[in-house]
């Protein structure tokens, strides 16, 4: 079973920044993670896929987002980040990271999912 643990949300003025980290835990053998996605779920809103990053490091994002928000990943840590600067009241949400995990050769790919974080930006 593949868990994924989130931190880093909380509380942070508008034009702050924080750094969301989303680490794949070992209570099972993980043999490759595909993509990892950010998604964000405001009240009252539907959730939305903010950021993107492929095995190759290919990026995509919201245009909500861009030029603000930074996906980044590191495959032997298991681990997946979000550098969010530029902060608006707007990214107020509760933040998802999401992988696309296989556990072994012989397993197809499945999706895996955190808790989710807190993003609250607020003067």
């Known amino acids: 079973q593949v868990q994924l643990v989130e931190s880093g949300g909380g509380f942070v003025q508008p034009g702050g920044s924080l750094n969301l980290s989303c680490v794949a835990s070992r209570t099972g053998d993980i043999f490759l993670i595909y993509t990892i996605n950010w998604y964000r779920q405001a009240p009252g809103k539907e959730r939305e896929l903010v950021a993107s990053i492929t095995t190759d490091g290919n990026t995509n994002y919201a245009d909500s987002v861009k030029g603000r928000f930074s996906i980044s990943r590191d495959s032997a840590e298991r681990t997946g980040t979000l550098q969010m600067n530029s902060l608006k009241s707007e990214d107020t949400a509760v933040y998802y990271c999401?992988?696309?995990?296989?556990?072994?050769?012989?397993?197809?790919?499945?999706?895996?999912w955190g808790q989710g974080t807190q993003v609250t930006v607020s003067s």
């Open positions: 999401n992988m696309l995990a296989r556990t072994s050769i012989s397993t197809p790919a499945s999706n895996y």
